[in-house]
């Protein structure tokens, strides 16, 4: 029993030496085929153009090509619930944002997945500010008539945005929460239709991400009243900011930053972390996300630990304030 013992020991003891060598040799051979990048909305939004720009340069770092994948459906959170149980091996990511990884919380009660427990963060990609945006033939020319025909209009007007829990739908529940009232909503799957019907004069208003509305704006094929964030941005300086505009209170500005399922292996986290980083250090790069409006975060914001941080604050900050519409 004794030899048994030891031979049971001695084999425990191999089979763990071995486990801790292959598990480093495996992260150092990371990635060995493409990678799938899944994008909870539709082509053409702001999530999925950023992913589209940083992870084309991460697929140069890394050797492998990264497959963007749409999910559209329930503003993100069905593409996020496949992420969150796709296998933990580094070959299944998702961008994700303060809608999918914030907001969902409040608004859906049965959310499948949590995004604290359930993802790895990565890396932050982009802040993008928020927009008060309406179609180019909407009465108001400015945001104190927008306030005002909105208010005085409520039955009559409606407001487009991605879905429930996406970040154009929860940044005007700010609005309106903040104006006191409830306009009817007009759900899109993304923001890149939902921005479509508004340059079509489908539908009245929207919030919606700088990235997706710079084009617009700059072609005049819809109409900006203010930017909800203390700074005019560079890529739209002639757009006030709300405060200048006559409403402080609305400030929103979302992010988007990339996930991988949990349990990924801490040193795969780590390769995909130093690769979005030299992403947003490469000069293309940082020219083609700020001439679209991104805020690009600095080197104390770009860590796992920093994202995971910014969840955690920003499902605190939206709880409250998105708990009464559910």
Same mark, same amino acid.
Request: net charge neutral; charged share 15%.
């Given at each position: 029993?004794?030899?048994?013992?030891?031979?049971?020991?001695?084999? /425990?003891?191999?089979?763990a030496s071995?486990?801790?060598?292959?598990?480093? %040799?495996? /992260? @150092?051979t990371?990635p060995?085929?493409?990678?799938?990048?899944?994008?909870?909305?539709?082509a053409?939004?702001?999530?999925?153009?950023?992913s589209?720009?940083?992870?084309a340069h991460?697929? @140069?770092?890394?050797?492998?090509?990264?497959?963007?994948?749409?999910?559209?459906? /329930? $503003?993100?959170?069905?593409?996020?619930?496949?992420?969150?149980?796709?296998?933990?091996?580094?070959?299944?990511?998702?961008?994700g944002?303060?809608?999918?990884?914030?907001a969902s919380?409040?608004?859906?009660?049965?959310? %499948?997945?949590?995004?604290?427990?359930?993802?790895?963060?990565?890396?932050?990609?982009?802040?993008t500010?928020?927009?008060?945006?309406?179609?180019k033939?909407?009465?108001?020319?400015?945001?104190?008539?927008?306030?005002?025909?909105?208010?005085?209009?409520?039955?009559?007007?409606?407001?487009?945005?991605?879905?429930?829990?996406?970040v *154009?739908?929860?940044?005007?529940?700010l609005?309106? *929460?903040?104006l006191?009232?409830?306009?009817?909503?007009?759900?899109?799957?993304?923001? $890149?239709?939902a921005?479509?019907?508004?340059?079509?004069? @489908?539908v009245d208003?929207?919030?919606? @991400?700088? !990235?997706?509305?710079?084009?617009?704006?700059?072609?005049?094929?819809?109409?900006?009243?203010?930017?909800a &964030?203390?700074?005019? +941005?560079?890529?739209?300086?002639?757009v006030?900011?709300?405060a200048?505009a006559?409403?402080?209170?609305?400030?929103?500005?979302?992010?988007?930053?990339?996930?991988?399922? #949990? $349990? &990924?292996?801490?040193?795969?986290?780590?390769?995909?972390?130093?690769?979005?980083?030299?992403?947003?250090?490469d000069e293309?790069?940082? #020219?083609?996300?700020?001439?679209?409006?991104?805020?690009?975060?600095?080197?104390?914001?770009?860590?796992?630990?920093?994202?995971?941080?910014?969840?955690? +604050?920003e499902i /605190? #900050?939206w709880t409250? !304030?998105l708990?009464?519409?559910?």
């Amino acid at each position: 029993m004794t030899v048994i013992r030891a031979l049971t020991g001695a084999c /425990a003891a191999a089979l763990a030496s071995l486990c801790a060598f292959v598990a480093p %040799a495996e /992260a @150092q051979t990371y990635p060995t085929r493409s990678i799938t990048m899944i994008v909870p909305f539709a082509a053409g939004g702001p999530t999925d153009v950023i992913s589209r720009i940083v992870t084309a340069h991460m697929a @140069q770092t890394l050797g492998q090509s990264i497959i963007i994948e749409n999910v559209v459906g /329930a $503003g993100g959170t069905t593409a996020t619930t496949r992420a969150a149980r796709a296998a933990n091996d580094g070959y299944t990511l998702i961008t994700g944002h303060m809608g999918t990884h914030a907001a969902s919380v409040p608004l859906y009660p049965k959310l %499948a997945y949590h995004p604290e427990k359930d993802f790895e963060p990565i890396a932050l990609l982009a802040g993008t500010p928020i927009l008060i945006l309406a179609r180019k033939d909407f009465p108001p020319k400015d945001l104190k008539e927008f306030v005002t025909y909105v208010k005085a209009n409520v039955e009559k007007v409606n407001a487009a945005h991605a879905g429930v829990g996406s970040v *154009s739908h929860v940044s005007c529940e700010l609005l309106h *929460s903040i104006l006191g009232i409830k306009p009817v909503g007009v759900p899109f799957n993304g923001t $890149g239709p939902a921005m479509n019907a508004l340059v079509a004069g @489908q539908v009245d208003y929207m919030c919606d @991400q700088i !990235v997706n509305a710079v084009p617009q704006i700059n072609a005049g094929t819809i109409k900006a009243y203010a930017i909800a &964030t203390p700074e005019r +941005n560079p890529s739209l300086p002639n757009v006030p900011t709300t405060a200048e505009a006559g409403l402080p209170a609305f400030q929103a500005q979302a992010w988007n930053a990339i996930f991988a399922p #949990k $349990g &990924t292996s801490p040193a795969i986290i780590a390769s995909l972390n130093a690769a979005a980083i030299k992403a947003l250090d490469d000069e293309t790069v940082k #020219k083609r996300l700020l001439e679209l409006g991104s805020v690009i975060p600095g080197a104390k914001d770009r860590t796992p630990e920093a994202l995971a941080t910014l969840v955690k +604050n920003e499902i /605190a #900050k939206w709880t409250p !304030v998105l708990k009464p519409a559910t």
